[in-house]
């Protein structure tokens, strides 16, 4: 058996993903995200670019020892100036990092448009811009930015810069930057670029998802010979984003024929960390994980449908193409008024409930039938299935009683003469035979009301008795509401969204007339949920 080829991995998540919308790295939050990228295993860490801003040439200045090659990132020498005299690539040399990648115009009209200079003096910036890189013992990539347009638009010239790039001694990066080349041009056009005598080995591709092909395109590149992939983790990006290194490790890990033909630094060992890289990444940025997401989505394994939950339980390969706990996932069985017996039976045998009274079931499945008349939905709470299902086997604990609570939210001016909304909570709880009083408010340090529920949650944590410090890491992350019915008598449905330090997520559900109350419950919910997870015992 011949060896497998090396497919390198490079990860701008530090610095392309910057680019997302609403996204803004701190140098902690940066140098977190890079201590994570190289436990998983990608070659090369694009930390940013040094000198475009603060934050940037911190986080150089504070770079982690990692064994991933971390590399710094800029553009190519301006016209009219040598590269050792031009102030923007000197800022990114003294990063001092072992590897430089520049972005280069490689499309004519953006040459004469954008740059408002001419051909020649592009093909110098980009000639002599390598020369300067590795002349400073620095590995170099070049970005060669719109090349697929330009080698549409003007493929001799656009072949003329990376070559000028690669004779200079630069991997050469094909970037379809505006996302709309498809996969099947990009193979034909990476065969070009490799029969032009740029070598696969010497190619890589970095792909924007504008038509949802970025993942697909960079594999049509590895197909047509290119040996390294950008992207990003959790696809992030601008616009929409860039190829997502979360699809791609697990594809070319355990998808043929990229499993036998290459080898790529993640090891299989280490996939597991996938899934939980990949929301904590989320959990950084504050970002609701997307559900739905290839491999690492909480629904990724999510088998609602009756018959397909049968057959799960028979052999998981019949709906799964692969054993979630490669990556760190789970399957669900999701609970709701289609659920039959199968469902409910594997749902609990995951949930360590295995030898129960079967009598119970269809107990359980007509509880389950009636609340969602009254307008609960347990296929996305299933932390408050999980809750329902021991309640009615005589398995779940009476860890605290709420005795009562109160809400109350003020409008009124602050000392600037604005007015601000202040929501304070009151909770009452009893834990064995104590009771206790607890009083918070919803202010943040930025001095903004958080909502009636925030002051909730944190005057029922603030003193839960042997308890608090089983739930001192937990946190919700999303809240989502919704009127199930109309009129005088409109009925709220609140999804709560929860995590905790463990990497665990889980969802519950309230329902009342009432906003608070229904909130109230979800959030009750998700605290007995997190001390049955932690194995907490009644005092």
């Not at 475009?52 to 971390?70: H, R, W």
């Not at 970095?206 to 949802?212: E, F, I, L, V």
Request: glycine letters at 8%; a negative charge.
């Amino acid at each position: 058996m011949s060896p497998r080829e090396h497919l390198t991995l490079f990860d701008t998540t530090l610095r392309d993903g910057q680019q997302t919308q609403g996204v803004q790295f701190s140098t902690p939050e940066k140098i977190e995200i890079a201590k994570m990228l190289d436990q998983l295993g990608v070659d090369y860490i694009e930390g940013g670019w040094p000198g475009a801003n603060p934050t940037d040439s911190e986080f150089f200045s504070n770079a982690p020892k990692t064994s991933a090659t971390m590399t710094a990132f800029g553009m190519t020498k301006r016209a009219g100036r040598s590269a050792e005299n031009d102030d923007v690539l000197a800022a990114v040399l003294n990063a001092n990092t072992p590897a430089v990648c520049l972005v280069g115009k490689t499309h004519d009209f953006h040459v004469k448009t954008a740059l408002g200079i001419t051909l020649d003096e592009n093909l110098e910036n980009i000639e002599k811009s390598f020369q300067h890189i590795v002349s400073q013992s620095r590995e170099a990539l070049f970005d060669a930015e719109h090349f697929f347009d330009g080698y549409k638009s003007n493929p001799d010239y656009a072949l003329s810069c990376i070559h000028a790039a690669f004779d200079a001694g630069a991997l050469v990066v094909l970037c379809d930057t505006n996302g709309g080349t498809l996969p099947a041009e990009i193979t034909e056009i990476v065969g070009k670029v490799i029969a032009s005598g740029i070598p696969g080995d010497r190619l890589g591709i970095h792909t924007h998802n504008d038509t949802d092909n970025a993942v697909a395109g960079s594999l049509a590149a590895v197909d047509a010979g290119a040996r390294h992939i950008q992207g990003t983790l959790n696809g992030l990006g601008e616009r929409c984003g860039n190829a997502n290194l979360t699809s791609l490790i697990p594809t070319l890990l355990l998808k043929e024929p990229y499993k036998s033909r290459y080898a790529i630094g993640v090891k299989a060992e280490n996939l597991h960390l996938l899934t939980l890289a990949s929301r904590k990444l989320d959990d950084i940025l504050n970002r609701v994980p997307n559900k739905h997401a290839p491999y690492v989505g909480a629904s990724a394994f999510a088998h609602k449908a009756g018959l397909h939950a049968s057959a799960i339980l028979k052999d998981p390969t019949t709906y799964e193409h692969i054993d979630p706990a490669v990556v760190g996932n789970s399957r669900i069985i999701p609970m709701s008024n289609q659920a039959g017996q199968s469902n409910l039976r594997k749902r609990l045998a995951e949930m360590g409930l295995k030898d129960i009274d079967t009598n119970a079931l269809p107990r359980i499945l007509d509880v389950i039938k009636q609340r969602e008349d009254d307008g609960y939905s347990y296929d996305t709470a299933q932390a408050s299935f999980e809750l329902l299902a021991r309640r009615e086997l005589g398995l779940l604990p009476k860890f605290f009683e709420v005795k009562r609570y109160k809400v109350t939210v003020e409008r009124r001016k602050n000392k600037y003469d604005k007015m601000i909304s202040l929501s304070e909570a009151v909770v009452v709880v009893k834990v064995g035979r104590d009771k206790m009083l607890s009083v918070s408010e919803s202010m943040d340090e930025t001095g903004s009301d958080r909502g009636p529920v925030n002051a909730l949650s944190k005057a029922l944590a603030k003193d839960l008795g042997p308890y608090s410090a089983m739930i001192d890491d937990m946190r919700l992350v999303d809240f989502k509401v919704r009127i199930t019915q109309g009129g005088t008598e409109a009925v709220t449905r609140v999804i709560i969204d929860s995590a905790d330090s463990k990497g665990r997520r889980w969802s519950t559900v309230g329902v009342s007339p009432n906003i608070v109350d229904a909130s109230f419950e979800a959030l009750l919910d998700a605290i007995n949920w997190k001390l049955v997870q932690e194995g907490a015992h009644v005092s």
